[in-house]
Structures are given as C-alpha cells and as structure tokens.
C-alpha cells in the first residue's frame, strides 16, 4: 500500500543552524515524490520535486531509492522558513497524490 | 486566473446538519482532488475526479460524505448528517494530469460542527 510516513509533527531548530526534515515512503511501482509549504495564512503550495533535482529556498531533497526516503534539507535556517512542511508521492505519470502528516517547522531568532 | 476558488471560507453549523461545500478548478485543469486536514492525520486524501469522473473515492469516510463534479468547473463535497468529528479544514486542489504533477490548492474551507 502507498504510504508517506512523516516521523516529526514539530521541528524547532535556531536561526542559521541546518535542518532537516523526514520523510519516508512506501510505495511498489515508481513514485514521484514532492515536497509542499504552507506558510501561515497562505495556501498550500509545491516548494520542490525530485525529478527535478533543483534547490528552491535553499532548500533541496534527495530522492533515496534505497531507503525509500526524500528528507528536505536547508544549511542555514532562516525565521521565514517557519511554516508546515509535506511530503507528498504519486505514482509516475499517474493521479492520485497522497500526503504524509505534516511537520511544522518554527525557526527561532 | 485567481486559482482555485473554495467556498465557503469558514461553516459552522450543528450536528446533523447538511454541509455543502464548493470548489472550482482552476480553468484548464482537468483534475479535481478534495483533502481533509486534520491536526492528527495531515491531509487525507478524500477522493478525485478526473475529466469529471470519479476515479477513486475510497478514501471517503463513510455514506455520509458525497461528491460531485457536474462540469469542468464546478465540484461539491457534501456531508449529511454532519458530526463533530467532521470538524476539519477541507481543500480543493486541481491538476494538469499527464503534467508535472504539481497540484494547486484553494485556501480551504474550516469546517466546525458543534
């Protein structure tokens, strides 16, 4: 069965430290995989893909076929990046996209 | 194009009550999902539509909760009755399939039933 398994509800890290963010995932055929923010009072909306290999933010995930993860990294974290974070998966070329929990992420000055 | 356009914004209402909510898609788009989220379980996948069509629903809770996709541009979740534990922030997103994959949301419907 497809699953997204997201292990932290919160994350608080300090102003310029690294985070990282986890995400593991469960799926049989070729999944693609994303990540999606929501900062406070705006939408949902898509920060990066791994088919795309791009850092967006400062922020950049490696798709890891092996241990079936895609963790979302940033060296530097900055208050602005404080929102909830979701790791999201669909099948390749296919529909249905389904989400992990969610970690909040709070940066603290 | 403003997006995807949910309404309403907030509902309160009372248990056993009907609740209609509303999306439209972002023009061109020719996938509809709908969310529940939830501070336990994220979002939850609820059901979606392709080329108005219902491809998969079964992340539906139970009877109560219906949808519909009579046009292009126009969808509707509904819940009757209503119970408290339907008390859930609910998003529309749609979608280019065969795109990117990349879904847009709206700004979600907070739902609270008393």
């Known amino acids: 069965a497809q699953r997204v398994t997201q292990p932290e509800k919160l994350l608080s890290v300090f102003k310029g430290a690294p985070v990282e963010l986890k995400c593991n995932y469960s799926?049989?055929?070729?999944?693609?995989l994303f990540w999606y923010v929501q900062y406070s009072r705006q939408r949902l909306q898509l920060l990066l893909r791994?088919?795309s290999r791009e850092s967006i933010k400062g922020f950049t995930a490696d798709l890891n076929k092996g241990e079936t993860s895609f963790h979302l990294k940033k060296p530097f974290a900055q208050e602005e990046d404080s929102a909830m974070y979701y790791c999201?998966?669909?099948?390749?070329?296919?529909?249905?996209?389904?989400f992990g929990a969610g970690t909040r992420l709070f940066v603290k000055a | 194009d403003a997006g995807v356009i949910q309404s309403p914004r907030h509902e309160v209402t009372e248990m056993g009550q009907e609740v209609t909510l509303r999306c439209k898609p972002i023009?061109?788009?020719?996938?509809l999902f709908w969310y529940r989220q939830t501070m336990m379980r994220g979002l939850e996948l609820l059901i979606y539509?392709?080329?108005?069509?219902?491809?998969?629903d079964s992340g539906m809770p139970e009877d109560r909760f219906s949808a519909k996709m009579p046009n292009a541009s126009f969808s509707t979740l509904k819940i009757q009755p209503s119970e408290p534990r339907d008390s859930a922030v609910y998003f529309c997103?749609?979608?280019?399939?065969?795109?990117?994959?990349?879904?847009?949301f709206g700004e979600g419907s907070r739902l609270t039933v008393l």
């Open positions: 997103a749609s979608q280019i399939s065969g795109g990117t994959g990349e879904l847009f």
């Open positions: 799926y049989s055929g070729s999944p693609e």
């Open positions: 023009s061109g788009h020719n996938s």
């Open positions: 999201a998966l669909t099948h390749t070329g296919g529909f249905k996209t389904i």
């Open positions: 539509f392709n080329n108005n069509v219902p491809i998969d």
């Open positions: 791994h088919i």
